[in-house]
Structures are given as C-alpha cells and as structure tokens.
C-alpha cells in the first residue's frame, strides 16, 4: 500500500532557517522515498509508514536546533497508480 505523507520541518531559530531546512529535506535521500519540496513543506511518498514515519524521523533529527517544530500528516493510498506518478510527477 503506497502511504503519502505531508510534512513540515520548521527549526525555531533567529535568522534564516533555510540551511536547516535543507538538511532536513536531504535527510530524505537516505530512504526509499520518492518527495517533492513545496514553499511549505514537503510531500512524500512510500511504499509503506514505516518507511514514511522512518523518513520524517531522519528529516526531524538532521535539524541542528534547540527546538523543532515538526507536522507530518499522512494518508494511505489504494489506488492502482500512485499518488505522485498521477499528481505531482514523483519517483
């Protein structure tokens, strides 16, 4: 079943936080994850949640800040084609 997943990894800092950001996202290419970045989080796609839940956990922990704020919203996909090939062109 492929799981699809909304996720936001926001580092509570002064300053810009797009270099932690980016360490987040680039923490995703350690898994078997298809994503695609948008202006206000991240949309990703695996082949099951724990794969997704494995990624967002990495993706968390790769932000080197005292505090992290972190939303992950996730929705199971039956569909015969997944969610990305159809909508946003993933993997």
Do not use: W
């Not at 987040?24 to 796609?45: C, K, N, Q, R, S």
């Not at 949640?49 to 505090?67: I, K, N, P, T, Y």
């Not at 992290?68 to 996909?77: A, Y």
């Amino acid at each position: 079943m492929t799981v699809v997943g909304f996720l936001s990894v926001a580092p509570v800092i002064e300053g810009s936080m797009s270099a932690e950001v980016a360490k987040a996202v680039e923490a995703l290419d350690g898994f078997d994850v298809g994503y695609e970045t948008t202006p206000m989080g991240t949309i990703i796609e695996a082949e099951d949640s724990a794969e997704l839940f494995a990624a967002a956990a990495a993706a968390h922990e790769a932000v080197d800040a005292d505090r992290v704020s972190t939303f992950l919203k996730i929705n199971p996909i039956t569909l015969q084609q997944s969610y990305s090939q159809e909508h946003t062109g993933l993997c």
